[in-house]
């Protein structure tokens, strides 16, 4: 069949080319067997809160010793106070963030092996996007009950499995391991 029929093909008699039927889009996206279980990410986060609980707790620990030692001298004891409570506040900021847009993944999901990718072509995800992803799970986590569906969504999300934030920030979680 030529890509163009004679006028006595066509209804009413004028000419008019024909095209092949379109073709489907190929799948974006990992393979479900790739995907990260739900367990292994209330794992990982588990595991990334006990990290993060230990570190403030070292660094107000730090604190707190220098300033009992520095009773004499206020300024010493109000100069590291100010220091160690900014230095928690950064990393409770940028932890996260950063460990995703470097080796995309937290240590927590190091250990449980998961990591965080883009979801149309499973590289690490830019600062921006990994900012984005923890920006919108930080704010949802204010607004009542939406916190909850955020890290619930998942169980139901077809086929990536993607909670909120991920697909804020294109993203999908993935299993590093067989």
């Known amino acids: 069949m030529s890509m163009y029929q004679s006028p006595q093909q066509q209804p009413y008699g004028y000419w008019q080319p024909t095209y092949p039927p379109p073709v489907a889009p190929a799948p974006v996206g ?15 986060r588990f595991l990334d809160a006990v990290f993060m609980l230990l570190a403030l707790l070292l660094v107000a620990g730090l604190v707190v ?6 009773v004499d001298n206020d300024n010493i004891g109000m100069v590291a ?3 160690g409570y900014s230095g928690i506040g950064v990393v409770l900021l940028c932890y996260e963030p950063v460990m995703h847009w470097k ?3 937290t240590y927590g999901k190091r250990i449980c092996g998961l990591r965080v990718a883009r979801l149309d072509d499973g ?3 830019s600062f921006g996007r990994a900012w984005l992803r923890w920006f919108t799970s930080f704010l949802m986590g204010f607004v009542p009950f939406l916190g909850l569906v955020d890290v619930l969504w998942c169980l139901w999300d077809k086929p990536f499995q993607q909670c909120l934030h991920d697909k ?4 999908v979680v993935l299993t590093t391991r067989p």
């Open 30 to 44: 990992p393979p479900p067997g790739a995907l990260g279980n739900q367990g292994a990410r209330l794992a990982a």
């Open 65 to 70: 010793l220098i300033q009992n030692l520095t």
């Open 81 to 83: 106070g100010v220091i």
């Open 103 to 105: 080796s995309g993944a």
């Open 123 to 125: 590289r690490h995800l």
């Open 168 to 171: 804020a920030a294109n993203s």
